[in-house]
């Protein structure tokens, strides 16, 4: 481990946040004084004077590139790259700017949650209500979360990658307690008034009231919506005229100077999640709900099963703009289609059996009408042929209708020996997708799908294991091959490895499958639609095409005619609908089972995974990834808290959870702090709200709080009243002047009981848990076991705090822990959108097809495909690469070759160190797979020091009582034996 690879000299593309570093040591500057002293040195532009970079211009330009090869893709999604890291750069550094106050604002004299700033031609703003819009919605509360939606609205829309319209690149910075929106300014934008007409060509800019329509819009969003699954809807605009709206009314759209077409605000892009709303439930009818031909007994191993759950109250927040994640909407689709699949074999069996039993009934009464006819002679003349021994011909005739000999002599009916069509034999008719492919029709499918470049609309990350379907519960599985209750590999189901992504579309799923099913629907004369197209199924028989079109209908399809899952988000919006009030109800049925999809399919499948071990987080981060990663937002940690409190199996997720919703109710708190505090007074700010939280003194003002600190050197003398006869002196302003922000009454009036309480009221307010009251820190350490230190690592992680690396006495009940000096620095927290390759995503799902399938030469050539892409688009340093670099160590580790394995492993580890953090979930993994690796090739001592490297950190991001730490206890019994 003393030779370091040459990854180690690049530096990562993204800031890290790091929460502990050293002091620096200071160095003599003669230019640092002349630098404090010139304000333009700091607020200047990275570029020179009068050369502002057009981002807007450029990341067009690099969208508008070809596609037609492989080649023309990467150097697409290169300048795309390079163009996302230089913006998130500037961006964060501009916010910080505009924060401190070293930038003009555009408006100087509003209020200040209302200040714009323009800066290397980005434009800056705060996620605020400023314009009152949002008071129906929460106001101030739902601005805030609508940043974060309307970046997740921008994801989704960017991965579908249609042309003639355009979003605006968008990031999002927490710093100081603000959150600033940063995007490129659209052409023409900032040349006009917001009130002046014309500016929103599309869509409602005052939810709902006024709404506008463009005919070039609604042509150019057609194609987009069908591929987010959105529903085509009627809204009605201020004059009360029905327009038609292929996205939400609340999604505006701008014609910029350019000539170019362009969205904003799409946090409103998803349907409405109505477990957090206040609406009425709507009860679906039971024979919608019914299912023909289906038993409870044919299900009886796909179904979760049946547990008791208690009883749960969802929790009503300050806002209403509660919106379901894009990986959830594309699981509900998945498994509706599934569903679709098997009422599609169950009706078509049905309706063979009917029709057999029809035509063997004609066949009979022909056959009884013709005896009578005959007479008693030709009777006997049958009775003797009957009794005759059967011919060659007879013989051959029995075979191929299936009937036998013996069955003949038994004298049954037809009908009755003749066994009903089953789902297999509906399979055959070429109507079911074959999902029967084995895995090297599956990876060429996939290479052929990504050299032609095309992909699903719903594929988003590299799933860690494509080869198998996962299993839909409470479906039958339908033409899978694959063992029944097949779980994964624990290390790709795990969080801390590859997390499974299961937002994945069908044909990305499925493989190969689709093109075998194309070839047998040409054979039966069959048309299927593939799975961009919803996956529809139609055919050429009247009867079959009658009994698909009443499955879909049972299925729960928008559309009568055909499968089509499509919502409508402003079902429950501010918008007002023109359809008729039975396709509103059915709209708002289909929401509402998409939301009650989460309670009863993805939350059961989680806990018994975590049950199962086969999900093992080791921290908040984890716990969050893997929730979203299956569509299920955080506000749902109350839910899934309250299911595993009673299972004593989950204790950890149970601690895991408590100390996630503490760790978000600190930072709710404490950014109301940090927004009012200047900047010369954070560092003591900060630190007074640490040693409240984490300290064990019970002093209530922290020393670093004094009035010198706060006032400086000399205390605000109180002025007497000058009106005779008042005793009572003049109340100085609460307020510190000149900007200061935070006033010493306020925040020293702040104790360890009154955060804690403010702390455990906001986390119960938002999550709906109960936790139990604690008065200081120690008390919720005794109550629910977690470390002090991991919610330290969680809070500096949150909100963005640097503190210095030393030993911390956290239990000291003398002295206050944190000390104005130990905090070093409030780094900006950043979010944006970053491009992802998806040709290089289909190579690594084919390379896992063919890994587990044995066929570790090819996998090796797909892999090596693949690295020499991300390092084209990405560079040398990124998550994506690591991840491939931890597969070939794998596979290289199955063929015993061990100093490749070691080599390649050594990669991901520094990769992940730089990409993500020293003590990330992903980077923990890579510690312990390299101990392995290392174990097998002799190389004990090395071993032994990453094994004790990852307990450290697990420890330091749970404690003890881990499941992995008794893994590591194993390994370490097993090292030194």
Known sequence: MSCLTAVSNFAALFEVNVWVARRQQHVKDSLRADDAVNLWSLIQSDELSGQAREWNEEIIQAREMQQTSLSKRIVRLRAMFKWTVEFVATTAKGSCLAVDGNIYPLNPTDEDKNLLYLWNNVFFSYGKDSNNIYQELGGDRAAHVNTANDLKGIDAFNKIDVTGIYTVGTVIVDYRGRRVVAQNVIPGLL??????????????????????????????????????????????????????????????????????????????????????????????????????????????????????????????????????RPELISNFVRVRYFRYLKIAALQMAESQKVSHESKQSNADHVADEESDKAGPSNCNKELQEDASPPSVEDEKASVETGETHSSKELGEPAAAREEAPSVEAAHDNGFVTDEQADDTSKTESVLETCHSGQHSPDCSEPSSDSSTLPEVEGEEKIGRDVPEKEPLPPEQEKVNGEVVDFASDLLSESGGGEVNCAKEAKKKKFKFVTASEQGTLHSNDPQTEEALQAAAKLAGSSSENEFSILFNPDVYGTARTADSEEVTMADRLLVQEAADHILQDVIPKLIKGMESYTFVPTDGIALSILMQSRGINMRYLGKITSIVAANRQLAHIFQICVLEMIARGVKHVFRRYLHEASLQTTGSVVAHLLNCLLGSCDSSQSPVMADEQLYGSSKPKKKKSRKRGSGKPQQHNDKISSGAGVSGTVLNAVTRASLWQEVIDDACSYFGYPIDQCSNCQAAVDRYGFRRMSLLRLVCKKLGFQILLRDYDLANK?????????????????KHVCPTAGDTSALCEGAQARMHAGQYAEALGILFEAMNIYQQVYGAIHEDLASVFRMLARIHFLMDDLPQAISFQKKAAIVFERALGVDHPDTIVAYVHLGLYCHSAGQISIALRLMYRARYLTLLLYGEGHPDLATFDVWYCLAWS
């Open 191 to 324: 040349r006009r008034s917001q009130s002046q007409e014309g500016l929103i060509k599309h869509g409602s800019a005052d939810l709902g009231k006024t709404v506008s329509y463009c005919r070039e819009f609604g042509k150019l969003l057609e194609e987009p919506a069908e591929k987010l699954r959105l529903k085509k809807h009627k809204v009605l605009n201020e004059k009360d005229e029905a327009v038609d709206m292929h996205l939400s009314a609340d999604c505006k759209g701008i014609h910029g100077t350019d000539g170019r077409y362009y969205l904003i605000d799409l946090w409103h892009l998803f349907p409405p999640d109505v477990n957090f709303l206040d609406v009425p439930r709507i009860t679906k009818c039971p024979v919608e709900e019914s299912v023909p031909n289906s038993s409870d007994e044919d299900d009886k191993d796909d179904k979760l099963e049946e547990k008791e759950f208690p009883p749960f109250t969802f929790p009503r927040h300050k806002h209403r703009v509660h919106v379901l």
């Open 814 to 830: 003398k002295q206050p822990p944190f000390t104005d000096d130990d905090i070093l620095d409030v780094v900006p927290i950043v």
